[in-house]
């Protein structure tokens, strides 16, 4: 990998450490090799980024699953990784978890993020009966986003609350 594609893979580390505090929270997903290939599984579309020469500038990660876990996960009766440790490989997906939207600041406001999003959905829409979305959203900005998402979609949107 060159040096520049490195700084902004860097970058976006960072940003989600950062924001996320993914390190300091073993309930919360932090995106390594096992968790990318755990993802893969329950579906290829769960991954989305937008790339320059220099690296990812913006990228998505979102988890169809069932009813009953959105519901678990809402009421705070499970984790973001119980959430995806449980989430049925090759189960029918009635919902998505839009658990992640990073953008690099020198590309915020040209709605990457919302166009990856709605990809994604929109390939696991084609094979699951999706009837919702829920989000764990930590900005007013990310929580826009969700709404926005969900608006476009005529799909409702279920929220969980409380301490990031």
């Excluded at 073993?26 to 755990?38: A, E, G, H, L, W």
């Excluded at 990812?56 to 069932?66: G, K, S």
Aim: aromatic share 8%.
């Amino acid at each position: 990998m060159p040096i520049q594609s490195q700084d902004n893979l860097v970058r976006m580390i960072q940003l989600a450490d950062e924001f996320f505090g993914t390190r300091s929270d073993p309930s919360q997903i932090s995106v390594n090799q096992k968790v990318m290939t755990q993802l893969r599984k329950i579906h290829p579309s769960t991954m989305g980024e937008k790339r320059l020469r220099k690296g990812p500038i913006a990228w998505v990660l979102v988890i169809p699953t069932t009813k009953a876990l959105m519901k678990r996960f809402i009421k705070k009766q499970i984790t973001e990784l119980e959430l995806l440790d449980q989430t049925p490989l090759h189960g029918k997906y009635e919902t998505v978890y839009l658990c992640s939207a990073l953008v690099l600041s020198e590309y915020r406001g040209k709605g990457l993020a919302k166009r990856l999003l709605m990809k994604a959905l929109k390939s696991i829409q084609r094979q699951h009966p999706v009837e919702s979305l829920f989000c764990w959203a930590f900005s007013r900005v990310g929580k826009k986003l969700a709404a926005s998402v969900a608006d476009d979609l005529h799909l409702p949107l279920y929220q969980r609350t409380g301490k990031y």
